[in-house]
């Protein structure tokens, strides 16, 4: 994996496949180093907005450790109840560490390796039984946080405060995948947007994709891009869009 600066990205595109409705800062991003961003969402969050939610959510803020699993979990539960700025937040990566700051949350930890296991290697989610921890995010994904947690002997209490579904993709998301040349590079840190994709696009619009050059966040999404068919791939240090960009704009480097 490159530990460079971030290199040019000139003429080069880039597909985005973030939440819908979540890409434009990163495609921002894109713009200003010279590339050209395709948004391409391999999800779609709807709100969970019900009483019993919003109750549940303003019991779960008061817990020893409340982990939110992603930028969108800090948004959504915003939305349901302030967030008290001493609440003992943690973020999965930077990014939800700075949506806590944003929300209020005076001082988020995050770990520096961004995903799960980086997440249970932090202090506060060592010595946990019988201690109350919350886990803010959405229903399904890897299961590690919550398992780990509870083996730890963690007294969970998981709120979902939002859904993820599949994208809804039109005829200028499947053109512009035709389009695309094959030194195009398409981010991925999200191994369900992958599936949606999988299943969503046209078989052709699918063929196109899997011959441009998937930068994966980790080895696990490495694994995942190959059984999806992508035969070439970039391995970036993390899911921080920083990482991403900067393996975006190398050479692939595995076979």
Not at 18 to 37: D, E, H, I, K, Y
Not at 80 to 107: E, F, M, N, W
Request: net charge positive.
């Amino acid at each position: 994996m490159s530990r460079s600066p971030v290199p040019s990205l000139h003429g080069r595109v880039v597909v985005i496949t973030r939440p819908a409705g979540t890409g434009a800062s990163l495609a921002r991003r894109v713009r200003a180093q010279g590339g050209r961003p395709l948004l391409l969402p391999g999800l779609s969050l709807h709100a969970i907005d019900d009483e019993a939610t919003r109750a549940a959510l303003v019991r779960a803020l008061r817990a020893a450790a409340v982990v939110f699993t992603s930028p969108a979990a800090v948004r959504f539960a915003a939305a349901l109840a302030p967030i008290p700025a001493d609440c003992a937040a943690i973020g999965v990566g930077q990014g939800t560490a700075r949506a806590l700051r944003r929300a209020g949350v005076t001082d988020p930890q995050s770990p520096a390796r961004q995903d799960s296991e980086g997440v249970l290697v932090l202090p506060a989610l060592q010595a946990l039984t019988g201690r109350p921890v919350a886990l803010v995010g959405a229903a399904g994904g890897r299961g590690l946080l919550r398992e780990t947690l509870l083996a730890r002997g963690a007294r969970l209490d998981e709120v979902h405060v939002y859904t993820r579904g599949a994208p809804r993709l039109d005829r200028r998301h499947i053109a512009a995948v035709h389009a695309l040349p094959a030194d195009a590079r398409v981010l991925l840190s999200s191994a369900e947007a992958l599936h949606n994709l999988a299943r969503s696009l046209p078989p052709e619009a699918w063929a196109v994709l899997q011959r441009a050059v998937a930068v994966v966040s980790s080895e696990r999404l490495a694994e995942a891009a190959r059984k999806a068919g992508f035969s070439r791939m970039a391995l970036a240090r993390s899911a921080g869009a920083t990482d991403l960009l900067a393996a975006a704009g190398g050479d692939f480097t595995l076979p």
